[in-house]
């Protein structure tokens, strides 16, 4: 039944297709298939047309128009590439739904309210004192790296390579691996804590997690997640929204941007280090990760005084 539906042949072809570019598309094939499946439940067996995509992403009233929308592009995606080799199928239009995507506007921590955090994390109920130590320095590494938090919960004893100063992040997001340099303070701490987690739980074989919670259990990213959730009111305590652990890679990168420009560095051209150095798949990817902080728009009107003179009208 499965293969003698036309849209389910094409879903399929298509997410090998995409796989065999490198590409996880985990989500999105999840939800073409859900797509396929409703065609194969109306007994739809011909090409994609609008009416039948648009009736698909809107088939729940309790969908929200961003969930909508974000059904449809990603249908609108397959049916680009699909109606090279399917010439009934129908590109659908965007915008039906609003927009797929809305950024939320990151919070961009100050060094204080960092460190303020990490101290903070000493409250945490922590009986042999290992959740503690752990939630300040995943903090403080977060913050000193920009490194997404399940590369950080998912580093091994071998991926911290103390001695030769950098991170090894194994098959993060799309499946890309890198190195991350260590400044050498970072150094210095990852190496007191992994020497007081010893002194608690002994000496781990190297394919253990390098991050453990109490009595040496790992440390997930959703134990993360509720300890930041536990110490943010602390130091966050009338904020509507409150900021997220995410922000800390937002602030790495606007902090890096910004003493570039403080050094008089090329920072059009080292755009493209911080974007390998961040994970990411092109440059564009990281530009969502800066904003217009006060300190960057100071710089950037700094600049553009000195281009036109500075004289004003």
Known sequence: MLNSNRITRQIEEYIEYKRSLGYVIKIESQELRRFAKYTRDIGHDGSLTAELAIQWASLDKNFTRKY??????????????????????????????????????????????????????????????????????????MYATGIRVSELTSLKIADVRIKEGYLFINSSKFKKTRLVPLHHTVIARLSEYRAFIESKIGVKNDDGYFFVTSYGRRFNTRAFEYAFKLIRPLVFCDTEKPPRLYDLRHTFACNTIKRWYEAGEDVNWKFYLLSAYMGHVKPEDTYWYLSGTPELLEIAARKFENRIGGDGV
Request: proline residues 4%; hydrophobic residues 40%.
């Open 68 to 141: 909508m929308a974000r059904r449809l592009e990603t249908l609108h995606t397959f049916a680009v590439y699909i109606s090279a080799f399917d010439e009934q199928t129908q590109i659908l239009p965007n915008g039906i739904f609003g927009k797929a995507h809305l950024r939320t506007t990151p919070y961009i921590y100050t060094d204080g309210e960092v460190l303020s955090l990490m101290h903070h994390a000493g409250s945490l109920y922590s009986p042999d004192g290992i959740r503690a130590y752990t939630v300040a320095s995943a903090i403080g590494l």
